[in-house]
């Protein structure tokens, strides 16, 4: 769980405690401090700024690691108090840029989750995720749940429905297996959706659809799961207007490269969509 000792992170922190107790899983505490000490360093001579930035990293690795101890004893003491056991935190400090170091702990930690907010204690860019977050989400290998830094906590016991987008992807069947997975100890039915433009009924669609309807009802059962085709003049709108019609608390998509979906929801996604709903987002690769 990267964190960058922004407000959210104890909230992220409490999502991670929530899951890691649904699944007696352990928490790793992570955060990366290296590009924004160098970027406050001024260049003079050499020699000058050499020892400056040497004294600039000791302190802020000094720092860094006072504020991840807090959280660690924070989660810690709340487990301990809940008399949780079982449950594994540790965290781990590392000099870099956050985004590489990120995907370096996940190749080296592999974790079954990577848990990260929307935005960053520094964001001022207009990506609506956050460059950090986007350019994890693009290269990396393990599922994450992206969670809107905006508004109240969503607690993941409240959530009863979660739509999979699907452009009907050959890795969906994986994906799909990796959310019965996550979702199992919640009590959410899966809206398996695929929205397409305003035309005539695709045969093809239509059997693509009704072979992930069949793993899904194999799998989960017929009360689970709701799968449906459903065609609209704007993607965008479309899939805000089933949102608020099926009320979906969580979406999930497979991010691929290139692929229309991923477009729409990190490139296009309406900040009603995402700021205002703070809707979390399950991303499988």
């Not at 000490?37 to 400056?52: H, K, L, M, R």
């Not at 799909?176 to 035309?199: G, Q, R, W």
């Not at 693509?208 to 799968?227: F, I, N």
Request: glycine share 4%.
């Amino acid at each position: 769980m990267p964190v960058d000792f922004s407000d959210f992170s104890p909230r992220i922190c409490e999502y991670a405690m929530g899951i890691a107790k649904k699944f007696n899983a352990d928490i790793l505490l992570f955060h990366t401090y290296f590009a924004s000490a160098i970027e406050t360093v001024p260049f003079s001579d050499s020699y000058t700024y050499n020892a400056t930035v040497v004294e600039v990293l000791s302190e802020v690795e000094k720092n860094a690691k006072a504020r991840i101890k807090e959280l660690y004893y924070d989660i810690r003491n709340k487990l301990e108090l809940e008399k949780i056991e079982g449950i594994e935190v540790d965290y781990a400090l590392s000099g870099g840029t956050a985004s590489s170091e990120i995907l370096n702990m996940c190749t080296t930690y592999k974790p079954d989750l990577v848990i990260m907010g929307s935005r960053g204690e520094t964001a001022g860019t207009t990506n609506l995720l956050g460059s950090v977050v986007s350019n994890v989400i693009e290269e990396a290998e393990v599922p994450m749940l992206i969670l809107s830094d905006q508004g109240e906590n969503i607690d993941l016991e409240d959530i009863n429905n979660i739509m999979y987008a699907t452009d009907f992807d050959k890795a969906d069947f994986k994906a799909i297996a990796n959310l019965k997975y996550i979702t199992k100890p919640y009590n959410m039915k899966i809206h398996c959706v695929h929205f397409e433009d305003l035309s005539e009924d695709d045969p093809i669609e239509k059997h693509q659809m009704e072979l992930l309807k069949k793993y899904l009802q194999r799998t989960l059962g017929e009360s689970d799961v709701h799968c449906e085709i459903k065609h609209m003049e704007e993607k965008m709108k479309g899939i805000e207007q089933y949102i608020q019609d099926n009320d979906i608390g969580m979406v999930a998509i497979l991010a691929r490269k290139h692929n229309l979906l991923e477009r729409l929801f990190f490139g296009q996604m309406s900040r009603k969509l995402f700021i205002k709903t703070h809707i979390p987002i399950l991303v499988f690769h």
